[in-house]
Every structure is written in C-alpha cells, then in structure tokens.
C-alpha cells in the first residue's frame, strides 16, 4: 500500500470511527472527503457522459439543498462501472454508478436513490458506526475502505474483494438495517420537500431487491459471491411493514414549493446509455454505421436497411431497385484517388468529378456510365489510412436517379473517423427506448439482443418486468443495441 494511500484509509478511519465522545468536526470531514475523493477518481473512471453527469448532478443538488444540511457542498459523481451500486463518504459526496441507473425507471427513482446517500451523509452514519469499529482490527477496516473505494469498478481483487463484502465497508455495502431504514427515512422526507412521491423509494429498492435475487442465483451458478446494492433489505421491500411505515410519513408532511417534473427527461438522457461492454466489429445504430476496427462511421438515409458483410456493406431503400455499396480496397499511396477510379478500378467517362473530404479522409467522386444503357452511377474512391473505400450507388429507376444520387452523395460525404462517443457505440451495449408494439415479448426481444447471456431476463429487469409480465402497447421499454 502507498504511503499516500495508507494516510488516506487512516483519515478514513478516524472519520469512521471517532474516539468515546469525540465528535468529528466538518473541517476535517470535508477534508477527509476531498481526500478520498481523489482516491476515488484515480481508480475508478467517471461515466463520460456530461447529459447523464449534469441530469444526476442537478437533481441530487435540488434534493441536498432541502435536506437537514443544506450548507454542506455536495457533489455528485456518475461512476463508469457496470456494478449496481452508489455509495457516500464524508463532506458530502454521492456516487453513483451508471449500472444502478440502468435498472431505473424513472426521475423520482433516481431522486430516491440520491436521496438515500445524501440521507447517510446528513445522519454521519459513518461515524456513528463506532461499536462496528470496535469489533473490527484497524487493518481490516483500512482495508475494507480500500475496497470500498475500489469494488465498483473491479480495480480492488482478491482478499480485496473478500473484506468488501465484511464489516468494514459499510460505506458500499450498507449501515445494519436501523441505520439503512433510517436513510429511507430521512431520504424520502428530502423528497417529499422537493415535489417527489416518497413510494418511489419503496419501488425503486424493490426493483433492486428483484436484481439482487437474480445476481444471487448467477452467483450462486458461478461460485462467487454477490454484489448487490447496500439500500436493499433481506425482505423485498414492498412487504417490509417498517419501510412502508416510515415512508408513510413522509407522505404525510406538508410539502416544500412543488415543481414541475418532466417525465420524459429522465429516458431522453438515458437514451444510448452504456449498458455493457462487448467489443463488436461493427455495429449499425439508427442507420449509422460504425466499424471499431478500422476506425470510421458514415450515416445511411433514414429509413434504408443496412447489411454488413465480410469484404462489403449494402444499403438502399426496400423499393426501386437502388443500391449503395461500400468495399474495401488497399490504398495506393503513389495514386490520387482519381487515378485509382481510372487505373485500378478501370473506369472511364467520368462526369462531374470533383475531390472531397477533409482531415485524415481524402477522396475523389463522379458519375460514371450505367451499364447497358442504365442510369449513371456514383462513383466515390475515399482513402482513409491504409485503405481505399470504393462507393458505387446505382439505381435501376431513370426518374429517380437525380433523386437518389443526392442521398448517395450524402451518405458518401459522412464518411469521417470515429470519436471517443462513436467508439463507446460499438465497444459497448447501449440502452435504447422503443415504443411497445402488440404481441411484443421479452422473449422474443431477447432473440434480437446482443447480449449472450440471460437476455430476457435482463430486458425484465431493466424495465420492471422481473420475474414476470409483459410490455403493453404504446409504453416506452428499454432494449439493448
């Protein structure tokens, strides 16, 4: 262990577990806080996404400003790690992992999810864990606060991973049930004050307590242990009369200044979430065409269909005979692009040929004579490291040729390399939303999905179907793409 890092887990410690009668002050809390939240940025990578980052960040800061203290300075993160889990630590800040996010339904799900962290901050549940400290030996919570800085995002393995799942990292994997009550309890009042139904707590950790039962029987197939989110009871929620009890009144509080809540924002910015990450070849999303391995992305006319082949793609509308194709030669650096249409592809009779592309893409287009008295063709040669992309768009239609060799054009000219954004489109599942359609099934969704293991039973639980049900017509459902 680093002497930086071993310094941090002893500050750790000191806020955790406070000397008899010995209040923390907040200077050393947030102290405290800002040291830890270094460690926790340099070993595990923050979600890129600024839409997803600022959404949770101005929610959880509307709740914060109307919890029992207000003046402390939150700040909220968005992990990059797949693990259902969010977590707090001292000086007022919450993490939350994009993996939780993806099992929510909606704004006041993720309010109470926030709400619950904030709520372990606001009562220094921490801190008042000191019989737990006692009972543990110095090492082991170093440790455990150690792996709790690292469990989301699997940076922390081996005997690391054994002390998350003890004592000692309380702060992942929950306070004993009194001290996890009364964050609900404290939480949903949050809500309440902010125009929130405090139900939503009940629902969301309801939701997970079905996750967990799932990732318990994966576990359970695998030989491992599971980790499952520490708001979550070993009763389900909906039938904890206890919960129920302290949400009640919540509800029953008069509440702050009511605002009004989009109910679709929360799946506009969870649109393309990443889900997972499975490394593909090549992907088409929403008629885009991203290829991973060789590094570029073109958008195809909406509404063509999109096949991608070994050596080729083919795209074109499913009427009028017209067709887009793309193929993959190697380029020749002592040829323009112009030569390499006239000398290696044998083409003559070229018709308003001109050099397009910017940057890393150089290239060279023109219409060429249709075969037997057929329309002309668009011809496009792009050189893109040390390829050449050959385009040929035909169509069989004389009285629409004009009208299809604009979209050829403009699906020829989005050729452009990926970006970081492009690349997490193919390295990565993404949650998509799609109007339920009649008949629609989760079993027969899973059958398109791309995740191999446990499809179905992943598309339930991501939509609250979980273990059973199905989607009704017209609601929004998330699938993976």
């Known amino acids: 262990m680093s002497l930086r890092r071993f310094c941090i887990a002893a500050l750790a410690l000191l806020w955790l577990a406070p000397g008899a009668g010995m209040a923390m002050s907040e200077k050393k809390e947030l102290e405290i806080g800002r040291e830890m939240h270094q460690e926790i940025l340099a070993k595990m990578p923050v979600y890129a996404n600024a839409a997803v980052a600022d959404y949770v960040g101005r929610i959880g800061q509307q709740l914060a400003r109307d919890s029992d203290r207000p003046g402390l300075e939150y700040t909220f993160t968005v992990l990059d790690s797949p693990d259902i889990n969010a977590f707090a630590t001292p000086g007022g800040y919450v993490y939350i992992n994009r993996g939780l996010l993806a099992y929510l339904q909606s704004e006041a799900e993720l309010a109470a999810v926030l709400a ?54 309380a702060m992942v994997r929950g306070y004993g049930r009194d001290m996890e009550l009364e964050a609900d309890r404290e939480g949903a009042k949050f809500m309440h004050r902010n125009g929130y139904d405090p139900l939503a707590m ?30 979550v009871f070993s009763t389900h929620p909906r039938n904890d009369e206890r919960l129920k009890e302290v949400i009640a009144a919540a509800g029953e509080m008069s509440p702050g200044a009511q605002r009004a809540i989009d109910a679709d924002e929360f799946r506009r910015v969870t649109e393309g ?94 219409l060429y004579p249709g075969a037997a008295g057929a329309p002309a063709r668009r011809i496009a040669v792009l050189y893109f490291g040390p390829y050449a992309y050959v385009f040929e768009g035909r169509t069989a239609n004389p009285s629409l040729a004009a009208f299809y ?76 793409r």
Do not use: C
Request: neutral net charge; hydrophobic residues 40%.
């Open 273 to 366: 979430m990443k889900f997972s990450e499975q490394p593909r070849a090549a992907a088409v999303i929403d008629n885009r065409y991203y290829n991973g391995k060789m590094g570029f992305t073109l958008a195809f006319p909406t509404g063509w269909k999109v096949v991608n082949r070994a050596s080729t793609v083919l795209a074109g509308p499913e009427r009028d005979n017209t067709m887009l194709q793309m193929s993959v030669k190697r380029a020749l650096p002592e040829m323009t692009p112009a030569e390499f249409a006239s000398g290696m592809l044998s083409l003559q009779g070229a018709k308003g040929g001109e050099e397009i592309g910017d940057g890393d893409v150089k290239g060279y287009t023109a």
């Open 116 to 169: 619950h962290e904030i709520a372990h901050i606001t009562e220094r549940h921490a801190s008042r864990q000191d019989v737990m400290a006692k009972t543990s030996s110095v090492a082991s919570l170093a440790l455990g606060v150690l792996a709790a800085i690292g469990t989301g995002s699997g940076a922390v393995g081996g005997v690391a991973q054994d002390a998350a799942s003890s004592a000692g990292t």
């Open 405 to 480: 060799d604009t979209m050829f054009l403009s699906a020829i000219r989005s050729f452009r390399p990926m970006s970081g954004a492009d690349r997490d489109a193919v390295l990565g599942i993404n949650l998509h939303y799609i109007r339920a359609e009649p008949g629609m099934s989760f079993a027969k969704l899973a059958e398109a999905s791309p995740l191999k293991d446990h499809a179905e039973a992943h598309l339930r639980l991501v939509n609250g179907y979980y273990p059973r049900g199905e989607p009704q017509p017209g609601e929004w459902i998330k699938v993976f």
């Open 202 to 231: 009940i629902e969301v950790l309801g939701a997970l307590k079905e996750q967990e039962s799932f990732a318990r029987s994966r576990a359970k197939e695998a030989g491992r242990k599971p980790a499952v989110y520490h708001g």
